[in-house]
C-alpha cells in the first residue's frame, strides 16, 4: 500500500542552524501539507501546498519556513534558522484533494535544537 | 477559530469491554472529520473519515458517528485488546481547509 515517507527519521541541530525535513508524498497525491506536535501539545496545522504554490499556512508559518517541491516527488520543510521552541515532531502529509479527502500521514522527523 | 475538545484524555479498561471516545468541536461548518490512531513517539494512522453529509461509518470493529449540527463525534471500538492500546485523535477539516486536531484520548487495554 502507497505510504508517505519522511527523511530523516531524527535531526538533531544547533540553535541558528537551517535544517530541511524531507517527504516524498504518495505519487498520485495533489495536495501536501506539514502539521508539527509540540511534545504533549496538541497537533497543529502549518501549511498546505497545492499546484507548487502555498495554498493555506498558519501564524505559526512565519518566514523563517518555507515550503518547497523540488522535483516530481519530494516536499520539503526548511526552518532557516531554528530556536528552542521549534524542538517538536514535524509530519508531513498528502491528499488526492483537498476538504473531501483523507489525509495520509508520514511517520515524522523528530527536530530536537540544542 | 475551530477547537476540538476529546474526552476522557485518557481511559483504560480490561480485554473485551468495548471503548467510547467522544469528541467535540464548536463550528459545525466542517467538510469532514477523521479519527487517527497514534503510538508513542509514531505517526499518525487514519482509522476513518466521515464526510460532513454522513452520520456513521464502519471499518470492522470501529464505528464512528457524527451529529454535525450538535458538533460532536463517538469514535466505538467493538471488543477491546490489547493491540488497540493507543492515542486516538479526532480531527476536523473546516472552511480553511485545515485539520483542527483534539489533544487525543490515550486507551490502555489491559489483558
Known amino acids: 500500500e502507497p505510504e508517505v515517507t519522511q527523511t530523516p527519521s531524527h535531526q538533531v541541530t544547533q540553535m541558528g542552524q537551517e535544517v530541511i525535513l524531507r517527504c516524498v508524498p504518495i505519487?498520485?497525491?495533489?495536495?501536501f501539507y506539514w502539521y508539527r506536535q509540540i511534545l504533549g501539545q496538541k497537533v497543529e496545522f502549518l501549511v498546505s501546498?497545492?499546484?507548487?504554490?502555498?495554498?493555506?499556512k498558519s501564524e505559526i508559518f512565519d518566514d523563517q519556513f518555507s515550503v518547497e517541491r523540488p522535483d516530481g516527488s519530494n516536499f520539503t520543510l526548511k526552518i532557516r534558522s531554528t530556536k528552542l521552541e521549534d524542538s517538536a515532531m514535524y509530519f508531513c502529509?498528502?491528499?488526492?484533494?483537498?476538504?473531501?479527502?483523507?489525509?495520509?500521514f508520514g511517520p515524522g522527523t523528530r527536530l530536537t535544537v540544542l | 477559530k475551530q477547537e476540538v475538545t476529546q474526552i476522557p484524555a485518557a481511559l483504560s479498561v480490561p480485554e473485551g469491554e468495548n471503548l467510547v471516545l467522544n469528541c467535540s468541536f464548536t463550528?459545525?461548518?466542517?467538510?469532514?472529520l477523521q479519527w487517527f490512531r497514534q503510538d508513542p513517539g509514531k505517526g499518525l494512522t487514519s482509522l476513518l473519515l466521515?464526510?460532513?453529509?454522513?452520520r456513521e461509518q464502519t471499518s470492522g470493529r470501529l464505528n464512528a458517528s457524527l451529529d454535525k449540527s450538535s458538533g460532536r463525534s463517538t469514535l466505538y471500538i467493538a471488543a477491546s485488546q490489547p493491540g488497540d492500546s493507543a492515542t486516538y485523535l479526532c480531527?476536523?477539516?473546516?472552511?480553511?481547509?485545515?485539520?483542527?486536531f483534539g489533544a487525543g484520548t490515550t486507551v490502555t487495554v489491559r489483558a
Open positions: 502529509a498528502s491528499s488526492p484533494g483537498l476538504a473531501a479527502d483523507t489525509q495520509y
Open positions: 480531527a476536523v477539516i473546516s472552511n480553511d481547509y485545515k485539520l483542527s
Open positions: 505519487s498520485n497525491h495533489l495536495y
Open positions: 466521515i464526510q460532513s453529509s454522513q
Open positions: 501546498f497545492y499546484n507548487n504554490e502555498i495554498s493555506e
Open positions: 463550528d459545525s461548518a466542517i467538510y469532514n
